[in-house]
């Protein structure tokens, strides 16, 4: 028999051998564990342990980080990215960035922060800080 028709046959074989082996030794896809938190109702957003902890009626609140929007109830449209961020808000519309950005803030609404313990105290209304 002529080697090269032989070689046309063996060659097919060859590849799917080759590719059902390649997948037998692959890693088997599996899903996050534990899953994320991810969403919640009212379309909120919230991860980081105790992220989001206490609210009840709030929406549209995003929260990540460590104690992020932690103590707020009813707030909604606020936005906090660091440890502690917004920790005792419940005034809507305000954004922190930041470790401990507006971490007192408890009734002022429509303020922006960006920096560590940026508007620390605050709880008046439409301030805006950045840096530490």
Do not use: W
């Not at 707020?72 to 440890?83: E, P």
């Not at 922006?112 to 530490?132: C, S, W, Y």
């Amino acid at each position: 028999m002529n080697p090269l028709h032989q070689l046309r046959r063996a060659t097919p074989l060859f590849f799917v051998g080759f590719i059902l082996s390649c997948f037998a030794v692959s890693p088997l896809a599996q899903a996050v564990t534990p899953t994320p938190d991810g969403s919640y109702p009212g379309f909120n957003t919230a991860e980081g342990f105790q992220a989001l902890l206490s609210l009840t009626s709030g929406t549209f609140d995003t929260a990540l980080g460590v104690n992020a929007l932690k103590l707020d109830t009813t707030a909604s449209f606020n936005t906090a990215v660091g440890a502690q961020a917004l920790l005792h808000n419940n005034g809507s519309s305000n954004t922190a960035v930041g470790v401990n950005a507006l971490v007192n803030n408890t009734t002022g609404f429509q303020n922006t922060a960006v920096g560590q313990g940026a508007l620390e105290n605050n709880n008046a209304t439409f301030n805006t800080a950045t840096g530490f």
